[in-house]
């Protein structure tokens, strides 16, 4: 089975402050996303990541930034949080191969930011 | 925008009342077609998907959706629905030819009442 984990849940952060939201996936798989669900706005791709150290812009990509070192493993980064930052964050995966793949997700993390 | 509708956002039900859930896209040419599941305090998880042949698919726990060319329409339905089916489905797309880029809906919350 697939496993895609992020590590914190539950987050409580000031405005200003640095976020680091990590994820780590244990299907070695190439593709890796980070999304931002919203209430009546779905899920909006942040960035993604087709291999180590590449990534791409998704539709929302101001105020973020990521880091992908590993295979496994893919970091958001806000580097300067802000209240309109409070969402769910999911992380993602999915094999290479097409579009035709399956996304698997994680729990997902709630941000607060006060 | 290109961009994936889903007209109903929240829908109340009977337990073995029909579903139906709309989900239209405005892409034009060949789409690959999704409906995810999340139910509550459970990570997205993938219910049925479409590629080609036969427009009526089949998923998970007795769904099925079927693809309306024509109308750029892929709804979900189940005949009779059940309290466990309360939840949030999101319609999703990726284009063969793109990037590994998924566009989901805004989501249906769907709440079956005992």
């Known amino acids: 089975d697939v496993k895609v984990t992020q590590s914190s849940r539950y987050l409580v952060k000031r405005t200003g402050e640095k976020v680091f939201l990590e994820c780590v996936q244990d299907?070695?798989?190439?593709?890796m996303f980070w999304y931002r669900q919203d209430p009546g706005l779905g899920l909006r791709l942040i960035y993604f990541?087709?291999?180590?150290?590449?990534?791409e812009k998704g539709d929302i990509p101001e105020g973020y930034s990521v880091s992908r070192e590993k295979k496994e493993r893919f970091s958001l980064i806000l580097e300067s949080a802000s209240t309109n930052q409070t969402s769910m964050y999911l992380c993602?995966?999915?094999?290479?191969?097409?579009?035709?793949?399956?996304?698997?997700f994680g729990e997902g993390s709630w941000l607060t930011v006060v | 925008a290109q961009s994936v509708s889903q007209h109903n956002h929240h829908v109340i039900l009977s337990e073995a009342a029909s579903l139906e859930l709309g989900c239209n896209y405005s892409?034009?040419?060949?789409?690959?077609l999704f409906w995810y599941v999340q139910y509550p305090g459970q990570h997205l998880q993938l219910l049925l998907k479409?590629?080609?042949?036969?427009?009526l698919v089949k998923g998970i726990k007795g769904f099925e959706a079927e693809f309306i060319k024509s109308k750029f329409s892929f709804n979900l339905r189940k005949p009779s629905v059940q309290w466990s089916d309360t939840a949030e489905y999101f319609c999703?797309?990726?284009?063969?030819?793109?990037?590994?880029?998924?566009?989901f809906g805004t989501g249906t919350r769907l709440k079956v009442l005992a």
């Open positions: 993602a995966s999915s094999p290479q191969g097409g579009t035709r793949n399956t996304i698997y």
């Open positions: 892409y034009g040419g060949t789409v690959n």
């Open positions: 990541s087709y291999d180590v150290k590449m990534k």
């Open positions: 999703a797309v990726t284009r063969p030819s793109g990037t590994y880029k998924y566009i």
């Open positions: 299907m070695d798989h190439e593709n």
């Open positions: 479409y590629f080609s042949g036969d427009p």
